[in-house]
T-cell receptor, first 113, second 113 residues
Framework: DTGVSQDPRHKITKRGQNVTFRCDPISEHNRLYWYRQTLGQGPEFLTYFQNEAQLEKSRLLSDRFSAERPKGSFSTLEIQRTEQGDSAMYLC???????????FGPGTRLTVL | QKEVEQNSGPLSVPEGAIASLNCTYSDRGSQSFFWYRQYSGKSPELIMF????GDKEDGRFTAQLNKASQYVSLLIRDSQPSDSATYLC?????????????FGKGTKLTVNP
């Protein structure tokens, strides 16, 4: 399977802990996106990379959130000092070049207790 | 006014009928429009994209775009129980070269056997 992969698929943590998620995009896709989705809502954009450069960040991405894509391949999203409001599905998507179509990975479901 | 609006449903149709899903958007400069299908607990799956006014057909699916009315729709012909899912409308905005997709809340479709 050469689709977008995400790890872990589920994460349960206690409030105040740090968590890190990984996303591997479709091979050769140079654009990578992170979204967050809560129950009953559509995905909300968090941030976007073109190769290793982080080109766009949402205001939703507070100081506790940081994302990296150091070699222009996989990306990590870290949440520090988690809060119960961070509980959501974190989705990664990738796209190729200047094509608009974004393909989503399976997501990481975060539960903060 | 929300950027992308969809009727939340639920929309219920009998097997074999045509399901019609609607979406309006506020950014008049938007150029790219997408429909994703999302099964419960799963990530969004791309169904269709459309860039030009008019209709675009792919199998049982037809996307319709009217930029003057800022309206995009998805028709599903010969609906099957396996089409039961939430359908997300997404729009790529035009502001400042943003690459993010803005999603509606989704419309839940149930196809009854």
């Amino acid at each position: 399977d050469t689709g977008v992969s995400q790890d872990p698929r589920h994460k349960i943590t206690k409030r105040g802990q740090n968590v890190t998620f990984r996303c591997d995009p479709i091979s050769e896709h140079n654009r990578l996106y992170w979204y967050r989705q809560t129950l009953g809502q559509g995905p909300e954009f968090l941030t976007y990379f073109q190769n290793e450069a982080q080109l766009e960040k949402s205001r939703l991405l507070s100081d506790r959130f940081s994302a990296e894509r150091p070699k222009g391949s996989f990306s990590t999203l870290e949440i520090q000092r988690t809060e119960q409001g961070d509980s959501a599905m974190y989705l990664c998507a990738s796209s190729l070049g200047n094509r608009d179509t974004q393909y989503f990975g399976p997501g990481t479901r975060l539960t903060v207790l | 006014q929300k950027e992308v609006e969809q009727n939340s449903g639920p929309l219920s149709v009998p097997e074999g009928a045509i399901a019609s899903l609607n979406c309006t958007y506020s950014d008049r400069g938007s150029q790219s429009f997408f429909w994703y299908r999302q099964y419960s607990g799963k990530s969004p799956e791309l169904i269709m994209f459309i860039y030009s006014n008019g209709d675009k057909e792919d199998g049982r699916f037809t996307a319709q775009l009217n930029k003057a009315s800022q309206y995009v729709s998805l028709l599903i012909r010969d609906s099957q129980p396996s089409d039961s899912a939430t359908y997300l409308c997404a729009v790529k905005g035009s502001q400042g070269g943003s690459e993010k997709l803005v999603f509606g809340k989704g419309t839940k479709l149930t196809v009854n056997p």
